[in-house]
């Protein structure tokens, strides 16, 4: 047996690690910082993924964006959502721009599920500055609870 610098009934799944992962990496790419060199986009939008029994939910915070400027895509297991916020028009000469915090540019989230998704039926909706997608479950990988029974030897 290896031996390993830890023991092996640690508290969390290796799922736990890689979310934990995916989130600082997410904040260091996206944490005020440009990106467009790294990977391709200028700001990357909030976005909250929930699980129900039937169907995901993502909400995705869209501030200044309109709704034609969006585009969610869905391949196999993969959804993409992107698009861009269009920069202000610039203000005449005689204007100063004293501060500018918001981001502007090209945007692009992905998510992929855990389990197969009924692409044909995913639905989305913009409202105030959130866009709010449903994306069903397929029926065969809802699962189901396994009888075990007995077997007398």
Same mark, same amino acid.
């Given at each position: ?5 830890? #023991? @092996? ?5 290796? +799922? $736990? *690690?890689? %979310? ?20 391709? +986009?200028?700001? =990357? #939008?909030?976005?909250?993924? *929930?699980?129900? #029994?039937? =169907? ?10 309109? =709704? ?20 202000? $028009? ?24 855990? +389990?197969?998704?009924?692409?044909? @039926?995913?639905? !989305? !909706?913009?409202? =105030? ?6 994306? #069903? ?5 809802? %699962?189901?609870?396994? +009888? *075990?029974? !007995?077997?007398?030897?």
């Amino acid at each position: 047996m290896p031996n390993f610098p830890f #023991p @092996s009934d640690l508290p969390f799944s290796l +799922q $736990d *690690v890689r %979310g934990e992962f995916d989130r600082l990496l997410d904040r260091v790419m996206h944490g005020g910082v440009t990106t467009a060199p790294l990977d391709g +986009q200028d700001w =990357a #939008p909030r976005i909250d993924v *929930v699980e129900h #029994p039937e =169907a995901y939910h993502i909400r995705v915070e869209l501030p200044g964006v309109a =709704a034609g400027d969006v585009d969610v895509s869905i391949l196999e297991k993969e959804i993409t959502i992107k698009g861009v916020k269009m920069l202000p $028009d610039e203000p005449p000469e005689s204007v100063r721009r004293l501060r500018s915090e918001c981001r502007y540019g090209s945007f692009c989230r992905r998510y992929t599920f855990g +389990q197969d998704v009924e692409d044909q @039926s995913v639905s !989305a !909706a913009f409202k =105030a500055g959130v866009l709010s997608v449903k994306v #069903p479950k397929s029926p065969q990988t809802k %699962g189901h609870k396994v +009888q *075990v029974r !007995a077997i007398d030897e």
